[in-house]
């Protein structure tokens, strides 16, 4: 609380936002690509751990992701109908071939 006001100048801390890595699968269109993000969890009677996998929308402001990419997502506001996380970099390229040139 401020002295001279009493009224309370704290302000709470942003709340920390959810990271993830996920490989590119597609790109649906303009600044817009489509993620696999994978993990593991136990079956509900059995115990044995599956694997499983989400796909999610997210921003790529520069349209650097190509399809392949392993990148790191971080959560974000709705941006559009299913886009809510955005590429914050991208963290392996895949290799590609380069083209042969003609002589």
């Known amino acids: 609380m401020s002295e001279e006001t ?4 704290e302000e709470k801390p942003r ?11 597609g790109r649906s269109g303009d600044k817009t690509v489509k993620l696999s ?3 593991k969890a136990p079956h509900p009677l059995y115990k044995k751990e ?20 392993k990148v790191e ?5 709705p941006l559009s109908h ?14 590609r071939a380069e083209k042969a040139e003609e002589i």
């Open 6 to 9: 009493g009224v309370r100048t």
């Open 15 to 25: 709340s920390r936002r959810k990271a993830l890595v996920a490989v590119v699968i």
């Open 37 to 39: 993000y994978a993990y």
């Open 50 to 69: 599956m694997r499983r996998r989400t796909v999610l929308h997210a921003h790529d402001a520069n349209n650097e992701c190509q399809c392949g990419d």
């Open 73 to 77: 997502l971080m959560e974000t506001r």
């Open 82 to 95: 299913l886009k809510r996380w955005r590429v914050v970099r991208i963290l392996a390229r895949t290799p």
